[in-house]
């Protein structure tokens, strides 16, 4: 359920080379992350760690919720005008 006002997800986007296929690859991930410190934003995950998510991921959990950096306590949301236009 959204709010009584416009907002939307703030963040970077932050790129993150891992090795895939046991080390054998690199791939390149996409992560939200901190606008602030650029911490990679995470949830936490069923064995009780946190990890990161997908940037697709992360823009449908951020444009639900008011969420926080984890690592700074930043907001990862901003307010929009409502009667706020595409330029032309
Ligand atoms: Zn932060």
């Known amino acids: 359920m959204r709010m009584g ?12 080379l891992e090795s895939v296929n046991d080390g054998q690859d690199t791939q390149v991930f996409k992560y939200a992350s ?4 650029g911490a990679v934003v995470t949830q936490p995950d069923s064995d009780g760690g ?9 823009n449908v959990v ?3 919720n008011h969420c926080k950096c984890t690592h700074c306590g930043s907001q ?3 307010l929009i005008r409502k ?3 595409p330029n032309p």
């Not at 901190?34 to 410190?37: A, E, G, Q, S, W």
């Not at 946190?50 to 992360?58: K, M, N, V, W």
């Open 5 to 16: 006002f416009h907002w939307k997800p703030s963040y970077n986007v932050k790129r993150v």
């Open 34 to 37: 901190c606008p602030d410190c």
């Open 50 to 58: 946190d990890h990161p998510i997908s940037l697709e991921l992360a």
């Open 62 to 64: 951020l444009s639900d």
């Open 76 to 78: 990862l949301w901003t």
């Open 83 to 85: 009667e706020q236009r």
